[in-house]
């Protein structure tokens, strides 16, 4: 990963820059919107970072020194480096490679399974799926339509959202932010922030469809996706294996948020 020079100015800027252990950092207080839990984020690490296990316990304790009160770390990782125990992943983005051969041509489609562009009238049923995965991804939280992260996505100018049908009936949604930044390296890239599929049987050629239509409504930018990693065993392990499903097909890990306590 590597930081704009206007990134490292303005975090310098606004004292959000620092060092742990001879590497450099970028941290500040951003705290979960879905859980509430009190967050230090470290947007940006020197590379060799993650690497030291000495540097990332220096990390944790250079952020106590600076007087944040929070109840856990994340630090951006990038690629698929793992980190030692206590960090977790808690956010990882993986990055489609825009092969030719894309997961829909290697899935039989059932009969009577499309994908079309959605409408205004769709935003309902829409909406009710980005509730519905954001509550999977989330267990137990009381995740309603009006939530910011449901509504923000929704009034994305660059949202793009595909319907699934099976024999003309809505199953399942995906949903692309076609004009987002990273706000470290500058990288415009777009992102597909859901696929949700309600009919079991066709789940796997209907999200291969979906993204499909996304990959190709895309051209020309970098396709991103995510994977939350619940806290709970049972989710954590489904979690863990989408994340395996995505990269042993287009996906690769671009990366990932890993947390620990504080």
């Given at each position: 990963m590597t930081a704009t020079r206007e990134y490292l100015r303005q975090a310098a800027s606004a004292g959000l820059a620092d060092e742990a252990a001879g590497f450099g950092f970028v941290a500040d207080r951003c705290d979960d919107p879905f859980t509430g839990r009190r967050q230090v984020l470290v947007e940006?690490?020197?590379?060799?970072?993650?690497?030291?296990?000495?540097?990332?316990?220096a990390l944790r304790t250079a952020l106590r020194a600076r007087g944040h009160e929070a109840d856990t770390v994340l630090l951006r990782v990038a690629g698929d480096h793992r980190l030692p125990t206590p960090w977790r992943p808690r956010l990882t983005y993986v990055r489609h490679d825009r092969s030719p051969a894309t997961g829909a041509g290697n899935t039989p489609s059932p009969a009577g399974l499309t994908v079309r562009r959605a409408t205004r009238a769709d935003d309902p049923r829409v909406r009710d799926w980005l509730v519905q995965a954001f509550r999977n991804a989330y267990p137990g939280q009381e995740i309603r339509s009006g939530h910011p992260g449901v509504a923000g996505i929704m009034?994305?100018?660059?949202?793009?959202?595909?319907?699934?049908?099976?024999?003309?009936?809505?199953?399942?949604?995906?949903?692309?932010?076609?004009?987002?930044?990273?706000?470290?390296?500058?990288?415009?890239?777009?992102?597909?922030?859901?696929?949700?599929?309600?009919?079991?049987?066709?789940r796997r050629a209907a999200i291969a469809a979906l993204v499909a239509a996304a990959v190709e409504a895309t051209e020309g930018r970098p396709l991103c996706g995510h994977v939350v990693h619940p806290y709970e065993p049972e989710a954590a392990r489904g979690a863990d294996s989408v994340l395996r499903a995505l990269v042993a097909g287009d996906w690769s890990v671009d990366h990932c948020f890993w947390e620990s306590p504080w």
């Open positions: 940006y690490c020197d590379p060799g970072l993650p690497a030291s296990p000495a540097a990332l316990e009034a994305a100018p660059g949202r793009l959202s595909f319907i699934a049908e099976l024999h003309g009936e809505p199953i399942g949604h995906g949903t692309v932010l076609t004009s987002e930044q990273d706000s470290v390296t500058g990288e415009e890239f777009a992102e597909l922030v859901d696929t949700l599929v309600d009919d079991a049987q066709s």
